[in-house]
């Protein structure tokens, strides 16, 4: 950007200088002189070619003027050049430089998310990911795009990537074959389609979720693309739940919007070194301990959950149950070290470990 900066300033003095010297020809030049003739010599003037063909400088203040003008055209030329030069190439040094850095800050990335294209729907998922503290990386078609977002947003991850379609080249870069979910918002549901197609290939594991004008895609596509969201659908829902239940969305809307910390329902999974594994929820307590409230317990069944909305104290934490709560992303944090095997459960001193 410092570059660009600096080129469009030194085009604007190099406009500003024609300008000016295509006043000096005019009314130096004699009463005959037209402003067509006077632009033509201030360009003769600064490509060098001269006086041959122009008549200018039979008089003394026509040569003082001619050299004093030409002097300044040399240095503007000069400085042009140097402007052009360092926006091209340190364009593609910056470029370079920070595919290094966003590849390195990949490389340790493990089940995190990848955002594919940023229209209008990206911009609040990453808004709200960020917020949330929750691993993910971001790749765009437009160079605007980058700047405008790691403006926005300090150390995020995000790579410009100007082809028309992704290769395999982006996937490697942004670990596809690691992640768990890739959003897809290009615009376009051909664009989507088909990269939603590529990623499949890549991971079939992986969840994909896509924006889409249209309310459902075709069978063929659905068996690749987990969930596809209308926007306009979901805009209606919300309408018509603000019609029907408005203090129910105005409690939603104070807990995303909460000025005195970020408040959200959160899902932690229980994985198989955390100390949660065993104890009961009455044991970890966790109102007490870590202030969350425990919403539902999803329990690992046959392939699939089997959901309880109504948890006990006396239900026991197990391997691969799915504990949904309700609090500050900062108690969610501790919680999800706790299903990890980060830290102990009896390491953690009731109330003192939690602002």
């Known amino acids: 950007?410092?570059?660009?900066?600096?080129?469009?300033?030194?085009?604007?003095?190099?406009?500003?200088i024609i300008i000016l010297g295509a006043i000096g020809y005019k009314y130096l030049g004699g009463e005959d002189r037209s402003w067509i003739d006077a632009f033509y010599h201030t360009i003769l003037t600064?490509?060098?070619?001269?006086?041959?063909?122009?008549?200018?400088?039979?008089?003394?203040?026509q040569k003082f003027y001619g050299t004093?003008?030409?002097?300044?055209?040399?240095?503007?030329?000069?400085?042009?050049?140097?402007?052009?030069?360092?926006?091209?190439?340190?364009?593609?040094?910056?470029?370079?430089?920070?595919?290094?850095?966003?590849?390195?800050?990949?490389?340790?990335?493990?089940?995190?998310h990848i955002i594919f294209g940023v229209n209008h729907v990206a911009p609040h998922i990453i808004n709200e990911f960020y917020k949330t503290k929750?691993?993910?990386?971001?790749?765009?078609?437009?160079?605007?795009?980058?700047?405008?977002?790691?403006?926005?947003?300090?150390?995020?991850?995000?790579?410009?990537?100007?082809?028309?379609y992704f290769t395999d080249e982006i996937f490697e870069k942004v670990k596809v074959k690691d992640a768990i979910t890739a959003i897809i918002d290009l615009g376009n549901d051909e664009k989507n389609h088909i990269t939603a197609d590529l990623i499949r290939e890549k991971n079939p594991k992986i969840k994909?979720?896509?924006?889409?004008?249209?309310?459902?895609?075709?069978?063929?596509?659905?068996?690749r693309i987990n969930h596809v969201v209308n926007p306009h659908?979901?805009?209606?829902?919300?309408l018509a739940s603000l019609a029907k239940r408005p203090s129910v969305v105005n409690h939603l809307d104070r807990m995303i919007y909460k000025k005195d910390g970020i408040y959200r329902v959160e899902e932690v999974k229980i994985k198989r070194n955390s100390s949660l594994i065993g104890k009961t929820l009455g044991e970890?307590?966790?109102?007490?301990?870590?202030?969350?409230?425990?919403?539902?317990?999803?329990?690992p069944i046959d392939g699939g959950y089997d959901s309880n909305f109504l948890p006990l104290?006396?239900?026991?934490?197990?391997?691969?149950?799915?504990?949904?709560?309700?609090?500050?992303?900062?108690?969610?944090?501790i919680l999800r070290d706790l299903a990890d095997g980060h830290i102990n459960i009896d390491e953690l001193q009731s109330e003192k470990n939690i602002s």
């Not at 600064?46 to 203040?61: A, E, K, M, V």
């Open 313 to 333: 104290t006396e239900d026991t934490i197990k391997e691969n149950m799915i504990i949904i709560v309700q609090g500050e992303i900062e108690n969610v944090e």
């Open 46 to 61: 600064i490509s060098s070619i001269g006086y041959t063909d122009t008549g200018f400088g039979s008089t003394q203040i």
């Open 1 to 16: 950007m410092e570059a660009k900066r600096q080129l469009t300033i030194v085009l604007l003095c190099l406009l500003l």
């Open 134 to 164: 929750t691993s993910f990386c971001v790749v765009t078609y437009t160079e605007g795009t980058l700047t405008e977002l790691t403006s926005k947003y300090k150390g995020l991850i995000i790579f410009h990537y100007p082809k028309r």
């Open 208 to 223: 994909i979720l896509s924006v889409s004008e249209e309310p459902s895609y075709s069978p063929i596509m659905q068996k």
């Open 68 to 112: 004093i003008f030409m002097t300044i055209c040399l240095v503007a030329l000069a400085i042009t050049a140097a402007a052009f030069v360092s926006f091209f190439v340190q364009s593609r040094i910056n470029r370079a430089v920070w595919e290094v850095i966003m590849t390195i800050k990949m490389t340790f990335k493990r089940e995190h």
């Open 233 to 238: 659908f979901m805009c209606a829902m919300r």
């Open 284 to 299: 970890v307590d966790f109102p007490k301990r870590l202030k969350l409230i425990v919403i539902e317990i999803m329990r």
